[in-house]
């Protein structure tokens, strides 16, 4: 199947089928006890230039918008982290982001910016986890 161009998700997906029809439907796992599924090359994100983060911004025209692309881009949220923020989660006086439900109901993510000593956004940011 890779040899003809069938991407890796589509393998591993038939492979899980295979193995579910001989461990469980037809009693045979030892015919599939030496498959493996495929390795799936991971793509990191493109990275924005200076200039390009600059114009990605200029874009929003209202302050509440601004901030919140700046909030998103800032410390790496998703727009549902970003909606579901409320003021109670500032805390301004450690300069800390407080996002709760991000992965789990049980995890909550602090953000904490040190903007007076780095000049670069993107390492602006730390992440702790408790």
């Given at each position: 199947m890779v040899n003809q161009g069938v991407s890796g998700i589509t393998v591993n997906a038939t492979l899980t089928a295979l193995k579910f029809l001989f461990q469980i439907t037809l009693d045979k796992p030892?015919?599939?006890?030496?498959?493996?599924?495929v390795t799936i090359a991971c793509k990191?994100?493109?990275?924005l230039s200076l200039e390009e983060t600059k114009r990605f911004m200029a874009c929003a025209t209202h302050p509440k918008f601004k901030a919140a692309?700046?909030?998103?881009?800032g410390a790496g949220l998703r727009v549902s982290?970003?909606?579901?923020?409320?003021?109670?989660?500032?805390?301004?006086?450690?300069?800390?982001?407080r996002v709760t439900e991000r992965l789990s109901p049980y995890s909550t993510l602090w953000f904490d910016s040190?903007?007076?000593?780095?000049k670069d956004p993107r390492e602006s940011t730390t992440i702790t986890e408790r």
């Open positions: 030892e015919v599939v006890v030496r498959v493996c599924p990191l994100p493109v990275e692309l700046a909030v998103a881009y982290d970003v909606v579901s923020l409320k003021v109670c989660d500032i805390d301004s006086k450690r300069m800390a982001l040190q903007l007076r000593s780095q």
